[in-house]
């Protein structure tokens, strides 16, 4: 497979394909490919990881996408604003992404639900309890919200971030929360309660302008 990024602040991953190599994603993923790329849908990982799968807010059901014959092509856009980050995925060194940031992969790739050991972490962090974990081995693509920022952080090193932005980590980089100190900074600060305290060794992505922060700036009316 080979594959070529287009566009800039909606942007769209282009692959194509040999006869027999596939893709996976989730539904709705797809924007336009050849007619030579046939699509069949199935519980990815049994029963029990499609119910992980749901737990976690995606969908049951995950789509392969195959070339028949010659080559074929096939584009996944994305579905906001920001950027498409291709990740090289091997043994031993998998990747935790937050939940919504999965677009597709080359077949090899696996995709698990992935617990935050520490619960304050999940449900005070802003990136969730549940993430999904990418192992095995092939190309990933995941999808940020707005620019990304990269770290290698060494073992030991950490840094605090606002809720939401941590977009992805390698999984040796671990996770917990702080409370943000100071009655006045809690209450004036506009920062919220807590923040994410990630902390190597590993590298992470963050993203600049999640979501649900764009989401609640159009709420009040914000520009």
């Known amino acids: 497979m080979r594959y070529i990024l287009e566009g800039d602040t909606l942007p769209a991953v282009i ?12 539904k709705g993923a797809m924007s336009w490919m050849t007619p ?8 990815e990982g049994g029963l029990g ?19 028949q014959s ?4 096939i584009a996944f856009a994305s579905s906001f604003p920001g950027r498409i980050i291709p990740l090289e995925i091997t043994q031993g060194q998998e990747i935790v992404i937050q939940k919504t940031a999965f677009l597709a992969a080359t077949d090899g790739v696996q995709l ?6 520490k619960i304050g972490a999940g449900f005070f962090g802003g990136e969730g309890f549940i993430m999904q974990r990418l192992s095995g081995t092939g190309t990933a693509f995941m999808e940020i ?9 060494q073992p030991g090193q950490s840094l605090l971030i606002d809720t939401g932005h941590l977009a992805a980590m390698t999984a040796s980089v671990k996770v917990d929360v702080e409370s943000v100190h100071g ?14 305290r990630v902390t190597g060794p590993g590298h992470i992505w963050i993203q600049t302008m999640p979501f649900s922060k ?5 709420a009040v009316g914000k520009k």
């Not at 990881?49 to 070339?67: D, L, P, Q, V």
């Not at 919200?145 to 952080?153: A, I």
């Not at 009655?183 to 994410?196: I, P, R």
């Not at 764009?214 to 159009?218: S, T, V, W």
Request: with cysteine; charged share 20%.
């Open 183 to 196: 009655v006045k900074n809690v209450m004036f600060g506009g920062e919220g309660l807590f923040n994410t």
């Open 145 to 153: 919200d707005g620019h990304v920022v990269e770290y290698d952080l």
């Open 15 to 26: 692959c194509y394909l040999n006869p027999g190599e596939r893709m996976l994603t989730e």
């Open 36 to 43: 030579n790329i046939e699509m069949s849908t199935s519980m």
């Open 214 to 218: 764009l989401a609640g700036l159009l």
């Open 112 to 117: 698990n639900t992935h617990f935050s050991r």
């Open 70 to 73: 010659g080559e074929g092509m």
């Open 49 to 67: 990881k499609a119910f992980g799968r749901a737990f976690s807010g995606e969908s049951m059901f995950m789509n392969y996408y195959t070339c």
